[in-house]
T-cell receptor, first 114, second 115 residues
């Protein structure tokens, strides 16, 4: 799977928007962009994913650059419960259609300040 | 709909003993993945299974580790003759269909401590 690059850490104030960037300059046409987060002492939690178009769900928004070489996860109003490590992962469905494992990098540690 | 269940949540084993970790996927999910997270490190893929089949075990250590997902019952990750380096959090995830378009749902993990 293609590699992603994320800042090691970011800070945000509570109730303000947070923009978490991810660079994936070697992305291929069949790579989906997935975001997961891991709260302390918990298993990873799915946040959002997309292919080409921007995506919104109840947790966040995903903005994908037109050339798909970067994306941004947007938390519209950060809360203390959003403090976690956020992982940007590219996932390719194989030719045979079989599922693929997630390859976690080091992610971005988000700190939310009260 | 219950989430992915893992048990036990905490497991302590002495060196040389066997560890058995169980994972019950979400209802209707036929894909199971195991990941390991060593202290202060990121998650690493171990093995991907469907019912009665190992699809990809490229992340499994060559010795002492095995996994199964029988027709009935939970998926089992088995570690024989545990060593201190096996101490880690082991997470199981499941998905309903082909990944790429579908997300994986993770369990709370089993924290294995080898003394």
């Amino acid at each position: 799977d293609a590699k992603t690059t994320q800042p090691n850490s970011m800070e945000s104030n509570e109730e303000e928007p947070v923009h978490l960037p991810c660079n994936h300059s070697t992305i291929s046409g069949t790579d989906y962009i997935h975001w997961y987060r891991q709260l302390p002492s918990q298993g990873p939690e799915y946040v959002i994913h997309g292919l080409t178009s921007n995506v919104n769900n109840r947790m966040a928004s995903l903005a994908i650059a037109e050339d798909r070489k970067s994306s941004t996860l947007i938390l519209h109003r950060a809360t203390l419960r959003d403090a976690a490590v956020y992982y940007c992962i590219l996932l390719t469905t194989t030719f045979s259609g079989s599922a693929r494992q997630l390859t976690f990098g080091s992610g971005t540690q988000l700190t939310v300040l009260p | 709909n219950a989430g992915v269940m893992q048990n036990p949540r905490h497991l302590v084993r002495r060196r040389g003993q066997e560890a058995r970790l169980r994972c019950s996927p979400m209802k209707g999910h036929s894909h199971v993945y195991w990941y390991r997270q060593l202290p202060e490190e990121g998650l690493k893929f171990m093995v991907y299974l469907q019912k009665e089949n190992i699809i990809d075990e490229s992340g499994m250590p060559k010795e002492r580790f095995s996994a199964e997902f029988p027709k009935e019952g939970p998926s089992i990750l088995r570690i024989q003759q545990v060593v201190r380096g096996d101490s880690a959090a082991y997470f199981c995830a499941s998905s309903p269909e082909v990944a790429g378009e579908s997300e994986q749902y993770f369990g709370p993990g089993t924290r294995l401590t080898v003394t």
